[in-house]
Every structure is written in C-alpha cells, then in structure tokens.
C-alpha cells in the first residue's frame, strides 16, 4: 500500500522551533556558550548543523560567541548564536560591532529575571530596554517577540530575512515559558518558505564602494574571500569603509545606519490585533503575557466588557501606528509584562493624550495568569 | 623596479588617506613588512588572505593593505578570526594584536584559540605599553618599570607571551624582535604556513611612550637592547644559566603536530551525516 504523505507533524517546544526556522532560513553556522534556559538551542544545533555541512562552535564565552558569528556572517555564512540575560550583558559589545559594521546575523535572548545571574530558570521580559539600549551609542535595533511556538519559528525565519535585508543584527527576544512549552506544529516545505539573501555587489571590484548609500539605505554587501577586497572597522568610517573623522562623513554615515531601519518601518511591523475593533480598553501584550491576555480579552467579553488584545510580535521598533491604530476605540490601555513597565513606558510615549494607560508589573518570577489581567481590567474600567 | 617598490605597489592599498597613525621609529612598519614578505614569497593571493586586528597601534594595521581587512572589538580579533577560518576554510586568516589586546582584554580568547588548534596565525606585537591611550602599564611592562598608572612603579609580574602560547597548545611558536627583521621574515613564513594554531611575537620598542617614561633613550637605543638582549635559542642551548638571567629567547620555540581543529571537525560532518541516515 502507498504512504500517504502527510505534512509532518510535531511536537516542539519554543527552542527547538527556533531550530528550525534558523536551519531553514538558511542558518549555518552557530557559535554560543551553555546557559540556561536557551541551551537546548545549543545542543540541538550541535547535532543538526554537521548533518547539513554547517558549523557548530562552542566558544569560552558569550563575547567570542558573538565575535564568531559575525567573522562567520563576513565570510557569507548565516550565523546565530542563542543565550540569556548574563550572556546578553557580555554581546552588547559586538552587538554594536555588527550594527557598525552591517554585518547580518541573529541573536536569540531566552529572557530570564535579573539583574545578574538572577533567575535562571523562571520567567521573565527584563530584557526588552536592553535589547534597545544595551550596547552603546546611537543605533537603530530590530528585535522581534514571539508568544507561541509556531511563531518562534516564524520570526525565527523573519529575523534572518530582516537581518540580510537590512544588513543588521535582528534578536529574537522570547521568555523562558514559550521557550520550553511544547505545542503541535506543522513545518512548512521548504519551497513555500520566503528567504531573503543578502545582495551581493554587481559592479567590477575596483568600482565597489562597501558603504555605499542607496535608496534603501542598505549598501551591497561583498563576502570575504569573493574578489572584493574591503575594509571592515568598528570605527566610524566612510564610504568606503576606511576610519574618519570627518563631520561631513560621519554625520550622513550615522543617519543613514538610522535611516535603513526608519524608511522600512512599516514593513518591519508585525503584530496581531484581536477583538480591538470595537474594544474600549485594549490590552498591549506580546510573549507568554500575550498567551493570558488572549484568554482575559475573552472571559471580559463574556463579562460584557468590550476588550480587545494588540499582541506586539516587534518590540522594536516600537509598533506606534498599531497603538495608534487601537486608539481610535480604546480610551484605556493595559500593559502586563513580566518587568517593572518596560514597554508601558512606550505606550504611554506614543499615547497623545487621549488614553489612560495602566501597568500590571509582575517581577516575581511566576506568569501573569488571565485571571490577574482580567482583575486589572476591572478595577480601571 | 626595486623589489621594496613592487611589494608595495602590489600591496599596500593606493585609496587609503596615507599618512599612518603609527609615529616615526615605530616598530610596527618593520613587522608589517616582514608580514607582507612572507606573503608575498609563500604566494598567496591577496583574496584569500583575511587580515583580522583588535584595537590598539597594532590594530590599524590592517586598514593599510591590500587584503580582506578586519578591525574588530578590543581583544576580540581571535573570536572573529574562528568564524571566518570555519565558515570558509579556504581563506588564510592573520590576526594581528598588541600585548593587551592578546593577553588584557584577549587572554581568555588567546589561551583559548590555541587550546583548540584552529588554523590561525596570530602575530602579536609586544611593546610592554598601551601606546594609543598614552602609556599605560601592559601586562607585559616589567615589575620596576614606570607608566602613566604605574608612576610609583610597576608593581606586578609579566606575562611572557610564548610561553604561555606554548603551555596553551599552539603547535608553532617563534619570537622575534623588530631589531632582527630577517628572523621575523623567516618566522612570519613558517608560522604562516604551518596548520594549526600558529604564534609570532614581535619585540617591539614604544620609545615614545615606554621608552620616553622609563628613559631608555630613542628608538635606535631601544632596537640596540633588543639586540643586546635577546639570544637564539640555539645559542641558548649550550648557555650557562645565570648568563641567560637577562636574556630573551628568540627563533623557534615550538614546532609540534597536534589534530587541527576544522580537519577534526569535517570528521565531526561525517559522523554526523552517517548518524542522520540511521
């Protein structure tokens, strides 16, 4: 008898998805260090990547874990690495690196409690500032959230694609219960999966200007090794790469890094609104706080409460026309997160004036259950 | 042509806004050209070099010549060096650094990078000073000597680069000094060909900064120390102890096999690949 195909279903927790999307986005080289919760990306990828003539490094720290992956990302690779919060901390310095640079590449930060080392095994989304703010300097940031294990691998895929498009590093910033929770999934055919490929220069070698502007914003990017021989500093540097100090270089230079992230701002957009058309208090959420807003949106309309959800998938840049957007019906916004109001402060930033912005801060190291959200919205409305 | 005109019409870059960073009587150009010597004799192409630095006098020296040029993070230039070597095997990787940056801020990559054997070539210059910031002490200033945070007096021990190269696990380690340009062309050659985790260190003068603190006169003055105080470790071998008390080995230091780290792993693929089809 013939099998019949069927599409391959699975059972994955929000890591292991991760995994995926990274390999079939095209993902093939990984430099980390153990931590927990992200290591099962480590150990998962130490099995995979040789199947597939990748590279697998473990490297003596985060610092080097990142170092490679841009080394590896020059040389034409696509390149992750995985970690959490401590870990994150010691990449801020190549995080800039890359940013300088353009070098694409992906960071996943499984988020857990701080500071420090904190709480390595419970939940937490203290990292969504330093995620925008962590290495220094003036510099634009794509990070992107995922609140269930399909979407891991979705923007899993998304931030390789965002990443060579844009020439930058995209992190994928997820929380330690979306991380290890297992959900049924279904992955794609390859073929059906949209992948983004960095472009290449086309122009002879002595005609190729590496930090070229362009109506994008993003230059041609040359790999090592391919005729195109360039300089790479994490120096201020010109248009050709060379370090300057010159205002007139350094000025355009800067907006530009700016300006390729900017001018693709609703392209880079990507949330979910639930029930908000008609919703009077709207509930600004994203990760496994996203999961327990869902859920209250639900038992507050069975209330008689008109509550709608915006699930942020991109933390940044931060999504203000989707506020603006729920802004039209909702005169009250909720903001839980497992942090001391990291993203409300946002809100409230891109709030006009017109909505009351409450805050449900939970930094225990426990989720915030539907029933906590649910309270919240009744005491304000 | 002479040949010094050729090599660098051949390699140093001609859109590069000379002049250089480094001050007149720095050791730096002689190593440079030591390195652009080897090359050129070996007869690599210029695509298929990787020059990788960290930060620091010796981490501009990259931006001058005609290769793929990497400056990366201070200390970091061996990590960003092991992406490159793994992702493309094919591609020669040199990494240049300066004594903090390959033992200060880069000594845990350092140690590390050698342990795995990962085909690399690391060329360090040892000054004993952080010369771009204005002289502070290096891990590698003496006990005694003076530096703008060490104005009392230096108060901690040295490292010596090779031979914590040799105790980490690089199977090539020479040393040479800018004095001896002719040994540094023949060690640049070997450890540049040589598989696996392969070391120079470059004795250098910082008269400007080292030098001028500690008053050991001018450039020409510190290169005559270098040649008074240095001993082939061939010479060295039928040498009494205490006539060795104040002397620095230079040729080869170590020359040994170990498995290379991206030969190993191509084994690591095929393991793995006949895993997978179980």
Redesign the interface.
């Known amino acids: 008898m013939k099998k019949k195909s069927h599409p391959k279903e699975l059972l994955l927790q929000g890591n292991e998805a991760i995994v995926e999307g990274a390999l079939r986005a095209g993902c093939?080289?990984f430099?980390g260090y153990p931590i927990t919760p992200a290591t099962e990306i480590s150990e998962i990828l130490s099995?995979k990547l040789?199947?597939l003539?990748g590279?697998f490094?473990q490297?003596?720290?985060e610092?080097?874990?990142l170092?490679?992956?841009?080394?590896?990302?020059?040389?034409?690779?696509k390149?992750m690495t995985a970690t959490s919060g401590p870990g994150f901390s010691l990449m801020q310095?190549?995080l800039g690196?890359a940013i300088i640079t353009e070098v694409p590449c992906v960071i996943v930060n499984v988020m857990r409690g701080g500071p420090s080392t904190g709480l390595p095994t419970s939940p937490s989304q203290s990292d969504v500032m330093q995620a925008r703010w962590g290495t220094h300097g003036d510099h634009p940031i794509i990070v992107l959230s995922a609140s269930t294990v399909r979407e891991c691998y979705d923007v899993t895929i998304q931030a390789f694609n965002f990443s060579e498009k844009f020439r930058t590093p995209v992190i994928v910033l997820i929380d330690e219960v979306v991380a290890h929770m297992r959900e049924k999934m279904v992955l794609d055919d390859q073929e059906k999966i949209e992948i983004f490929n960095r472009v290449k220069p086309t122009v002879p070698p002595e005609w190729y200007i590496p930090y070229e502007d362009t109506p994008r914003g993003v230059p041609a990017m040359a790999?090592?090794?391919?005729?195109y021989?360039?300089?790479?500093?994490?120096?201020t540097h010109d248009i050709?790469g060379?370090?300057t100090s010159r205002p007139d270089e350094i000025g355009p230079f800067i907006t530009r890094l700016h300006r390729k992230i900017s001018q693709h701002f609703s392209e880079i957009q990507i949330g979910e609104f639930y029930q908000t058309e008609d919703a009077e208090i709207t509930i600004v959420a994203y990760g496994c706080v996203a999961r327990s807003a869902k859920r209250a949106v639900r038992e507050a309309r069975e209330k008689g409460i008109k509550v709608g959800l915006l699930k942020l998938t991109t933390i940044w840049p931060f999504m203000r026309s989707a506020v603006e957007k729920v802004l039209q019906t909702s005169r009250v916004l909720v903001v839980p997160e497992m942090n001391m109001g990291q993203i409300s402060r946002e809100v409230k930033r891109v709030n006009p004036g017109v909505a009351k912005v409450f805050t449900l801060d939970k930094v225990d190291g426990t989720i915030i259950t539907p029933s906590e959200i649910l309270n919240r919205i009744m005491e304000v409305s | 042509m002479a040949e010094i005109t050729k090599l660098i019409h051949k390699y140093l870059?001609h859109?590069?806004?000379f002049p250089h960073v480094w001050c007149p009587g720095c050791g730096i150009g002689i190593m440079l050209g030591a390195l652009i010597r080897a090359i050129d004799r070996i007869g690599y192409e210029?695509?298929?070099i990787?020059l990788?630095s960290g930060i620091g006098c010796s981490g501009r020296l990259?931006?001058y010549v005609?290769?793929?040029?990497?400056?990366?993070?201070h200390g970091?230039a061996l990590?960003?060096?092991?992406?490159?070597?793994?992702?493309?095997p094919?591609?020669r990787v040199i990494v240049i650094m300066g004594d903090g940056d390959a033992v200060a801020i880069g000594g845990?990559?350092f140690i590390?990078a050698a342990r795995r054997n990962i085909d690399l070539t690391a060329i360090i210059l040892n000054n004993s000073v952080y010369g771009m910031t204005g002289g502070q002490h290096s891990p590698t200033t003496p006990y005694g000597m003076r530096s703008t945070t060490t104005v009392y007096s230096n108060i901690e021990q040295d490292f010596k680069i090779s031979e914590l190269a040799v105790t980490a696990g690089a199977v090539f380690v020479g040393r040479g000094t800018v004095y001896h340009a002719k040994l540094l062309d023949s060690l640049m050659e070997k450890a540049i060909l040589k598989k696996g985790f392969s070391v120079v260190e470059v004795i250098a003068h910082c008269h400007t900064q080292y030098g001028r603190q500690n008053r050991l006169g001018s450039a020409v003055e510190m290169m005559e120390w270098q040649r008074d105080h240095t001993v082939p470790v061939e010479k060295a071998a039928a040498m009494k102890p205490e006539e060795l008390q104040d002397k620095v080995l230079i040729g080869v230091l170590v020359d040994k096999e170990l498995p290379v780290y991206q030969d190993e792993?191509e084994k690591?693929?095929e393991?793995?690949?006949a895993?997978?089809g179980k």
Do not use: C, W
């Not at chain 1, 021989?229 to 120096?235: A, D």
């Not at chain 2, 005609?66 to 993070?73: Q, W």
């Not at chain 2, 990590?79 to 070597?85: E, I, L, P």
């Open positions: 093939r080289f430099a099995v040789p199947q003539n590279t490094i490297m003596e720290d610092i080097a874990s170092g490679a992956v841009i080394g590896a990302s020059l040389a034409g690779v390149s310095e190549n690196f790999n090592f090794g391919e005729g021989r360039y300089h790479v500093t994490g120096l050709r060379f370090p | 870059r859109d590069k806004k210029k695509d298929e990787v990788v990259p931006v005609d290769f793929n040029t990497l400056h990366t993070t970091r990590v960003f060096a092991t992406g490159v070597k793994l992702a493309k094919s591609l845990n990559h590390h792993y690591i693929r393991r793995a690949k895993g997978a």
